[in-house]
């Protein structure tokens, strides 16, 4: 894997976490894929819809979440693991998120996150 690939999901990782981006459905349905599924920080599964619908609720000032610590490795040519700690408010939280390079582009796959303290 090119070191630019690992690049552009570090980054397309950093966009989906801004405010802007979690308001626009249509940026959003290009960034998660169709099979999506996330664990969250409070033990609930979320598929696509559920997860747009979630993210689309969210009121115009709630604040960017913060990234600390992202590193990334290569899982093959097409996948990539992220890690990550969100901070948002006083709430922290350790993240994991699963991208694969599909036709269309990049997508995210698979996103869990676990309460950290």
Same mark, same amino acid.
């Given at each position: 894997?090119? =070191? ?16 802007a981006v979690r308001a626009d459905q249509e940026r ?13 920080a409070s033990g609930r599964v979320w598929d696509l819809?559920s997860i747009l619908g979630m993210l689309l609720a969210? =009121?115009?000032?709630?604040? =960017? ?12 040519? =097409? ?39």
């Amino acid at each position: 894997m090119r =070191d630019e690939d690992l690049a552009e999901v570090m980054a397309l990782e950093r966009e989906l976490q801004t405010a802007a981006v979690r308001a626009d459905q249509e940026r959003l349905v290009g960034l998660l894929a169709p099979d999506f599924e996330e664990i969250g920080a409070s033990g609930r599964v979320w598929d696509l819809q559920s997860i747009l619908g979630m993210l689309l609720a969210e =009121d115009d000032e709630t604040p =960017d979440i913060e990234v600390h610590g992202l590193i990334g490795r290569a899982i093959t040519e =097409d996948v990539v693991i992220l890690r990550w700690q969100s901070v948002r408010g006083d709430r922290r939280v350790q993240r994991t998120s699963l991208w694969q390079r599909r036709p269309e582009g990049w997508r995210l796959v698979h996103h869990q996150g676990t309460p950290a303290f």
